[in-house]
């Protein structure tokens, strides 16, 4: 006899399963900004996911659907020094669009990747899941966060609300000190390429277009020998 539990969770796989086999697809944007010079309070890390679901009868038309996670103070108003969490909020694309432009930053892009097939709707998942509790008032922001330690469970920048999601590298992984801005959102970048999460030489500049994301947003890339280079620990 099957426990109700596991088949719960098989119920769970297949319907996943059945939804990519469905031609759905999905992508991911990674995101960067710092002000000139580099400030640590002009500085932003966060992410969207795309899902592409083509149109009956049409597989050149795709619907979208896109969830970011965008993890910033409820004031917008960002504190290095700070001593207490405080309450936060967490921005649609083109609000943090909208904020880091108003406050002269440069913002840089990776992607759009696209994720590979058999793990792409469960990184969906995942960052909805992460979405809905942010927004729940559960989580506190705080610009240096703890990295271990009970308090760590409810407390995020803008980096670990997004890393948070990789199960296998704790938060020193993603260290806000050693990289942030740009440098952390590269490395974000490239630890999901080095896990082949997606191949970083293909980009899909008509999700970018259909994202509303402008020319004024750089496009970076992920030389070949970077990803060569950086450690992929974890499945």
């Known amino acids: 006899m099957i426990h109700p539990l596991r ?92 904020d880091s432009f108003c406050k002269g930053e440069c913002v840089a892009m990776w992607g759009p990747y696209e994720l590979e097939p058999d793990r792409g709707p469960m990184i969906y998942e995942r960052v909805r899941h992460q979405i ?43 260290n806000e000190f050693q990289n942030n801005g740009m440098d952390a959102s590269r490395r974000v970048a490239l630890i999901m390429a080095s896990r082949h999460r997606f191949d970083p030489s293909i980009t899909h500049e008509w999700i970018a277009e259909a994202m509303q994301v402008g020319k004024c947003v750089q496009r970076r890339t992920i030389p070949a020998c970077a990803t060569a280079c950086t450690p992929a620990c974890g499945k």
């Not at 008032?137 to 407390?155: A, F």
């Open 7 to 98: 088949l719960l969770v098989i119920g769970c796989i297949v319907s996943i399963a059945a939804q990519a086999s469905a031609g759905d697809r999905y992508f991911i944007m990674i995101f960067g900004s710092e002000s000139v010079p580099k400030r640590a309070r002009y500085t932003h890390t966060w992410a969207t996911i795309v899902k592409a679901t083509a149109e009956p009868g049409d597989k050149e038309s795709y619907s979208l659907e896109s969830q970011t996670i965008s993890w910033m103070p409820a004031n917008l108003v960002i504190r290095p020094l700070a001593l207490r969490a405080e309450c936060g909020v967490n921005l649609s694309l083109p609000a943090t669009f909208h």
């Open 132 to 174: 809905a509790r942010l927004n729940s008032g559960c989580v506190l922001y705080k610009c240096i966060d703890p990295d271990h330690g009970p308090r760590s469970t409810y407390i995020a920048d803008c980096i670990h609300a997004v890393t948070d999601l990789d199960r296998h590298l704790p938060r020193p992984a993603y």
